[in-house]
């Protein structure tokens, strides 16, 4: 299906996942795309919404790794930062740069079981810089103080603390993944807030974007009423 990822995006401008959900079910995708509750935004910015974002879907899928490091032990910490390089190096998600496009969401099918913080301070951020517009992953993050005052956009599922090296790899990017419980392919769209975040299959994005905009239209013409009535000035959410 061929898209104008401009047009998409002036189509979305403004909506909210729940704007987006209502499209869904006005085109029969019912419980279609939401993602469920525990995949949720590390912060919220209630003055601007720079938590929330929207974009095109670029995928990575990590895995448990069955690589032994016996013939990596160390014994100083120049071994062991060697080590820990190597192993980046062979197993990591550079690749996903083979396909990204600016103002992309990276949505990332992890380790849902262990302890591991595959996205930190350093990739998160360094992602963040080179165009991802936000992150998703059903796995865990770590160095959240550090993401939080970077503002890095996340939506994730757990805190996690260990690193990559002994316990997880990297497995594919651009290809089909489970999130949150919904079938996420590369470009497809995805919406999200501080409710969390929505799935839109690519070739509904224009119907159920319509959809959305009328259903957010009426909701803020009656907020701008409610707003009236109280006195309160408006702001851009209305």
Not at 26 to 47: C, F, K, Y
């Amino acid at each position: 299906m061929s898209v104008n990822r401009k047009e998409i995006l002036d189509l979305y401008k403004g909506l909210r996942v729940t704007d987006v959900v209502d499209g869904m079910d006005a085109v029969g995708l019912q419980d279609t795309g939401t993602m469920s509750n525990d995949i949720h935004p590390l912060w919220r910015d209630i003055e601007n919404f720079k938590h929330c974002y929207m974009g095109f879907a670029m995928t990575i899928r990590f895995m448990p790794t069955n690589r032994s490091m016996r013939s990596m032990h160390v014994t100083n910490i120049e071994e062991y930062k060697k080590m820990k390089s190597q192993w980046y190096s062979e197993v990591s998600e550079k690749s996903v740069y083979n396909y990204m496009q600016p103002g992309d969401v990276l949505v990332i099918d992890g380790d849902i079981k262990r302890d591991i913080g595959y996205i930190g301070s350093n990739n998160g951020y360094d992602h963040h810089l080179k165009g991802f517009v936000g992150i998703v992953t059903n796995g865990s993050v770590r160095d959240t103080d550090e993401l939080i005052k970077q503002q890095v956009p996340i939506h994730y599922r757990i805190i996690g603390r260990g690193i990559r090296p002994g316990r997880l790899e990297f497995d594919a990017a651009n290809i089909n993944v489970n999130v949150g419980g919904v079938l996420v392919r590369p470009g497809d769209f995805v919406v999200a807030d501080g409710d969390g975040v929505v799935v839109v299959p690519i070739e509904y994005v224009y119907e159920v974007g319509k959809f959305a905009q009328d259903v957010a239209g009426g909701d803020k013409a009656t907020r701008r009423k409610l707003y009236d009535k109280a006195g309160r000035a408006h702001d851009f959410t209305v």
